[in-house]
């Protein structure tokens, strides 16, 4: 996916009303505010609530779903072969600004504290995106990719951030 493309695609959605951030690759790409390598999708996180607004949006301009794993999350594809990953949030009541994300096991939520949800730059354009904090969250408990250790050591530069690789 190229960076008009997820322009294109964050545009739509503040369009349509709906909060998203951007995480993986181009999350971190957008808190670096330069592109480092190829992207093969776009996550997003969004308010759980704001969902029908979300698929709705992306439906007018194309895409379909093509994997259902909610209430983690959920894929949409282009016809041509773009890909968004989509990540439903529950933000805390009271309003102080931590969310939650279902995880395959119900008694341990993704947490998402308040102080995640920063901004980020992709081409000059400044968006939402997760902190490297957050990144840095969840790029653990699993053998890493090469693109993944690419990645971290990038956080690692950066904001001379602890990784777990």
């Given at each position: 996916m190229e960076a008009a493309e997820v322009l294109s695609v964050l545009a739509l959605l503040?369009?349509?009303?709906?909060?998203?951030?951007?995480?993986?690759?181009?999350?971190?790409?957008?808190?670096?505010?330069?592109?480092?390598?190829d992207h093969r999708d776009l996550d997003l996180m969004h308010r759980q609530e704001q969902e029908p607004a979300v698929v709705a949006a992306l439906a007018e301009a194309g895409f379909s779903e093509s994997l259902d794993w909610r209430p983690v999350r959920f894929v949409v594809t282009h016809a041509n072969g773009r890909e968004i990953d989509l990540h439903p949030l529950v933000f805390a009541g009271g309003g102080d600004g931590s969310a939650v994300q279902a995880s395959l096991d119900p008694?341990?939520?993704?947490?998402?504290?308040?102080?995640?949800f920063v901004t980020g730059a992709i081409e000059g354009v400044v968006v939402p995106c997760l902190s490297a904090e957050q990144q840095v969250f969840f790029h653990q408990g699993y053998e890493p990719t090469d693109r993944d250790r690419r990645d971290m050591a990038e956080l690692r530069r950066a904001f001379g951030i602890a990784t777990h690789f």
């Open positions: 503040r369009r349509a009303g709906v909060e998203v951030w951007v995480g993986g690759g181009w999350g971190i790409d957008a808190l670096l505010g330069r592109r480092t390598r008694e341990r939520p993704f947490p998402y504290p308040a102080s995640c």
